[in-house]
């Protein structure tokens, strides 16, 4: 079980035998990985934490108010233009989007859940359709400071 015993014991919550937060490399630093496969409409996981009302490293946003801070398992989720889960935030589940093969990082888009980003950054995913910038569903573009540097 990745969550400590206080968040109860559900027998959706991942296990150390299915997934694990581990460092993946230097530029996207750690994601969670799936040891397992996942059919496509699977529900993989159910998603656990601390209701905080900030926006942290590691927060999935629940509502305009509340978001979920989960510095076991969804907290690492990496994102992609081209997910491979899904998250619905009101019943706290993790959905495969398409059959993921053991082995395999877990990316969410993470505009799927948050209307803002505690940091946005530059899209590295690879997509066909990558968007080229993280951000949130609401954010509006930050400045790169390379253009703030380049126009100074
Ligand atoms: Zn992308």
Known sequence: MLYPREFGND??????TDFAVVYKDELTGKGVIA????KRGEVIAKMAGHVVSDIRQHTLQIDSEKHLFDPYFSGYFLHSCAPNIS???EVMTVTALEDIP????LYMDYAETE???????????GAENCRGWVMG???VRAI???RRVASA
């Open 11 to 16: 027998a959706l919550f991942p296990k150390s």
């Open 35 to 38: 040891y397992r496969a996942f």
């Open 87 to 89: 998250l619905n935030m």
């Open 102 to 105: 053991a082995n395999s990082y």
């Open 115 to 125: 209307d803002f980003l505690f940091k946005q950054f530059p899209c590295s995913c």
């Open 137 to 139: 569903r609401k954010d």
């Open 144 to 146: 790169e400071p390379f």
